[in-house]
Nanobody, 120 residues
C-alpha cells in the first residue's frame, strides 16, 4: 500500500506561518491528483486544496489568499504553505492522493495527519 507521511505541523500564534510537507517513500506521485484536508474532533473532514497533474489548483474559500499548495520538481513531495494563520485553522491536516491525473475520482490514499494549532 502507499504510505503518505505528513510533517511540518506545530503550534503558532495567529498571523504566523507554517509549511506542511507530504511524501510517499518509494512512490513518485506527481502524475496524480493530490490534496490537503483538515479535520477537527466532532466535525466532518474538510477539503483545503487540490492540485492535479497539469498544475490546476483549487482552494477552499476559507483559505484562499492565505494558503498555497505546490509540489516539488522531483514529484515526490507535496506542500501546503500556510500564511496569516487564524485560530479557526486549528485542525489535524492530512494529505491524500487519487490514482488519476485529474481530481475527479476518489481519495484513495491518506496520511496519518499532522496537527496544526493556532493561538489567538
Amino acid at each position: 500500500q502507499v504510505q503518505l507521511v505528513e510533517s511540518g505541523g506545530g503550534s503558532v500564534q495567529a498571523g504566523g506561518s507554517l509549511r506542511l510537507s507530504c511524501g510517499a517513500p518509494g512512490w513518485i506521485y506527481s502524475t496524480y491528483c493530490m490534496g490537503w484536508f483538515r479535520q477537527v474532533p466532532g466535525k466532518e473532514r474538510e477539503g483545503v486544496a487540490t492540485i492535479d497533474s497539469n498544475g490546476s489548483i483549487t482552494y477552499a474559500d476559507s483559505v484562499k489568499g492565505r494558503f498555497t499548495i505546490s509540489k516539488d520538481n522531483a514529484g515526490n513531495t507535496l506542500y501546503l504553505q500556510m500564511n496569516n494563520l487564524k485560530p479557526e485553522d486549528t485542525a489535524m491536516y492530512y494529505c491524500a492522493t487519487q490514482v488519476g491525473r485529474f481530481c475527479s475520482g476518489r481519495w484513495s490514499y491518506w496520511g496519518q495527519g499532522t496537527q496544526v494549532t493556532v493561538s489567538s
